[in-house]
């Protein structure tokens, strides 16, 4: 008999670990960071945002799931693309699939606060659990983002400040986050990062990133800025029962169709009128038979490619003086062709760089610089 009253103890102490594991990861002890990354990316979702008719992507952020039922918080700044028939959304998850259906349930509140609030009906395997925990200063958080095109990126560090009215940010954004809870982390925060989960050493969501602010202070480094999960709480508190409105995404095939239908467009000539193709090793031996300089203009930042076949060329990029890096196509009006004159004299070369899937907005910067100056050494470099 004492055999098998151990023998159901055994049992019932197996079954509840099994429970145990089955549940989100709340009110655990420590958790070795790498291990936890692993369950908790499964809890995040890349936003990417389309131009309609063009197909370029235009932006990216990131979703966070807060439930079982599939709640989503992201930034406002990130889903405002859902207002506007210009853009067309695409919702990924950690294993590269889309999501298939989505609600939007709020967006803001009476204090401007960046966030908004979604819903799939699609099957989610993991979530954050909220709970509005307090933190004090040096609480070691992890960041989980797409800032820097990386996706799926894990940053650690900690809290270095608490903000309940950030006055730095009176003269930046004066009609936003009026008396909203933040947080500053030492983790850093870049474009793609927004709408993601800040989360605690046991897993449970602390904040969402949110943004990047400069100091007034010249010289100061950045401020990273987290919405902190008691605001994310009392928010969904507030919204979650909200019958939303449905919003259409694209599907994996529709994006991989679209792409195609762009590159076919947007392929480059081989040849450019008034433009002499040319590589590396050619633009050295002309230099070398007079008294000239390189200048190359990259389309791509930072210009490392570059730098490393050319090392002795100026470089420059064409959206120096715009606002839209990386995208030729909108900030063409805004290209600083005065500074490129300035580098380069009649004698020089200009040499634009292009590769892969750089080559249609090099072409764009080519053409524009030979419309609109009188420089007859243009190069075009294709690999």
């Known amino acids: 008999m004492k055999f098998f009253s151990l023998l159901a103890m055994l049992f019932l102490l197996l079954h509840c670990i099994e429970q145990v594991k089955a549940q989100p990861l709340f009110g655990l002890s420590k958790v070795d960071p790498l291990l936890l990354y692993e369950k908790r990316k499964r809890a995040v979702l890349k936003i990417e945002i389309y131009e309609r008719g063009e197909f370029k992507l235009a932006g990216a952020g990131t979703g966070t799931i807060v439930s079982a039922d599939g709640l989503i918080i992201t930034n406002f700044h990130v889903a405002n693309a859902l207002f506007s028939p210009a853009y067309q959304i695409a919702i990924k998850t950690f294993d590269g699939t889309t999501l298939s ?13 960046d966030l908004c609030l979604l819903k799939t009906s699609d099957r989610v395997s993991a979530w954050f ?10 609480h070691e958080v992890y960041k989980i983002g797409h800032g820097g095109g990386e996706d799926y990126n894990l940053t650690a560090g900690q809290v270095v400040a608490r903000e309940d009215n950030i006055p730095f940010l009176i003269n930046w954004m004066s009609d936003k986050n009026r008396n909203v809870e933040f947080f500053e982390v030492s983790a850093l925060l870049r474009p793609g990062d927004s709408g993601g989960p800040v989360y605690n050493s ?11 602010v400069r100091k007034l202070v010249m010289g100061a480094p950045n401020r ?17 029962g909200k ?6 995404l694209l599907s994996l095939q529709e994006i991989r169709d679209l792409t ?3 590159l076919k467009k947007y392929a480059p000539p081989e040849k450019i ?5 040319i590589q590396w090793d050619e633009l050295k031996r002309l230099q070398g038979k007079a008294d000239a300089k390189v200048v190359v203009l990259d389309v791509r930042d930072p210009f490392l490619y570059t730098l490393k076949h050319y090392p002795g060329a100026i470089n420059i990029t064409y959206h120096e003086n715009s606002k839209r890096s990386r995208d030729f196509l909108m900030a063409q009006d805004e ?21 892969g899937d750089n080559s249609w907005l090099s072409y764009k910067a080519l053409e524009f610089i030979r419309r609109q100056s009188e420089l007859e050494n243009l190069y075009w470099i294709r690999n």
């Open 202 to 212: 046991q897993g449970n969501l602390v904040g969402i990133s949110t943004m990047s």
């Open 260 to 262: 195609l239908q762009a």
């Open 129 to 138: 659990p909220v709970t509005g925990e307090k933190l004090s200063l040096g």
């Open 101 to 113: 259906q989505l609600e939007l349930l709020a967006c803001s509140d009476k204090r401007e606060m």
């Open 335 to 355: 290209f600083d062709l005065k500074r490129v004159l300035q580098l380069v004299r009649p004698q020089d070369l200009l040499v634009v760089y292009c590769d």
């Open 273 to 277: 009128p008034l433009v002499k193709n």
């Open 243 to 248: 019958h939303g409105n449905s919003i259409a």
């Open 224 to 240: 990273y800025m987290v919405i902190s999960a008691n605001e994310v709480y009392r928010y969904l508190e507030r919204f979650k």
